[in-house]
């Protein structure tokens, strides 16, 4: 018995490693994505955006405000012609600039008010808001400084003190960097709880949808065979519906199994965010999830008439588990889908690696995860084989 069963699931093995298309699908595409999720989250933590600027003044406040604004880190400062800025903006090859008018420096300097000019394209991206916020910021320090200068000058010509300007210009700067460095209001953050690396959340949520798709897509396979005869002449043999079904669900396995290991070792080496506990507890559980997708697939792959209806379930399946089930975000609080994410097997394999990786958790942790996946696999298992015997007619 148990030969026969293991030559079914080493058949299925042979042709997922034969299938240079199906090794692509299942293996490189998710390594290709991943790749995409670390470039991603690599610089997620740190602003970069460019401040296009038209400088119309070039005088010594200007020049001190583009200085500002190239201190700011993450930020670089893009000097353009005004006519070269303007036909950008027409394209939206960019969404913001900002020009410093002529005469910028001089008004500031006689304590006149001057305006900067934000010219902007629709509401901008959001980079475009923070980069005009910043230069607002700077505008407004330089415009300070230039004010202080002035009223401590006029202060001391009141006193009767003469102080060479290149000397005033120095100590005004000098206090007004010791006020940045050490200002007299702060703000500081207090986290509660532990701060998760978006990684730690989407790499196995992303793994989890890979391995369903690739399985569930595997159901042709069951289908090309009942279609080219070759199910029903392995049907004319000892075999049975038991092992035929099982050596199918033990090939989809096993192949679940390899991109499991390969995903998850990738994680380990290029995101850093398991523990050695954490990585051990997560195959455990990985390895209930792919059997619980592996019994899916073969549910999908009996109820298969053609292979483009196996796709099109696979298609639907992953898509809206992967939609419903907290992948990406939680559809807990969209309207009319309140408690539908718990009927998906993405959602329990998601919430099962959430508390092993960003938790910390344990077996107890996952111990209604595992009670689920298992669930699954004896459902899924009974319900295929109840529908491949009235398919053969055989008892």
Request: hydrophobic share 50%; with cysteine; proline share 3%.
């Amino acid at each position: 018995m148990f030969d026969r069963l293991l030559r079914v699931a080493l058949r299925e093995v042979k042709a997922y490693a034969a299938d240079r298309g199906d090794l692509f699908f299942s293996l490189l595409l998710p390594i290709a994505v991943l790749a995409l999720m670390l470039g991603a989250f690599s610089g997620s933590g740190q602003f970069n955006a460019t401040a296009s600027v038209v400088d119309r003044d070039g005088g010594p406040v200007a020049q001190a405000l583009l200085a500002q604004l190239r201190a700011v880190p993450g930020l670089e400062v893009k000097l353009l012609a005004p006519a070269d800025a303007q036909r950008q903006l027409d394209r939206s090859e960019i969404l913001l600039y900002t020009e410093i008018p002529a005469g910028f420096s001089q008004a500031l300097a006689s304590g006149q008010p001057v305006e900067v000019v934000r010219h902007q394209r629709g509401n901008g991206a959001e980079a475009d808001q923070i980069v005009a916020a910043l230069v607002q910021a700077a505008a407004q320090r330089v415009g300070t400084e230039i004010r202080v200068r002035t009223q401590v000058a006029a202060a001391l010509d009141t006193a009767g003190v003469s102080v060479p300007a290149a000397q005033l210009q120095a100590a005004v700067a000098q206090q007004v960097a010791a006020a940045d460095a050490s200002p007299p209001v702060a703000v500081v953050t207090e986290g509660t709880g532990r701060q998760t690396d978006p990684a730690e959340t989407f790499f196995p949520n992303v793994t989890v949808m890979f391995i369903l798709f690739s399985i569930t897509l595997n159901a042709q396979s069951l289908v090309q065979e009942r279609r080219q005869g070759t199910l029903e002449r392995l049907m004319a043999t000892r075999l049975s519906e038991n092992e035929f079904l099982a050596g199918k669900f033990i090939g989809n396995v096993f192949r679940g199994l390899i991109q499991l290991g390969l995903l998850f070792g990738l994680g380990a080496i290029v995101f850093h965010f398991f523990t050695l506990s954490s990585f051990l507890w997560s195959l455990v559980l990985g390895v209930t999830v792919v059997a619980a997708c592996s019994a899916i697939g073969l549910v999908v792959a009996v109820l298969s008439r053609t292979p483009n209806q196996a796709v099109w379930f696979a298609v639907f399946l992953t898509m809206a588990m992967t939609l419903v089930g907290g992948t990406f975000f939680s559809a807990a609080g969209v309207s009319g889908l309140g408690g539908v994410e718990k009927a998906t097997v993405t959602y329990w394999a998601n919430q099962g690696f959430h508390r092993l990786i960003a938790e910390g958790a344990g077996l107890a942790g996952i111990a209604g995860t595992l009670a689920v996946m298992g669930g699954i696999v004896v459902v899924g298992l009974g319900l295929s084989r109840v529908l491949f015997v009235r398919q053969t007619g055989r008892a």
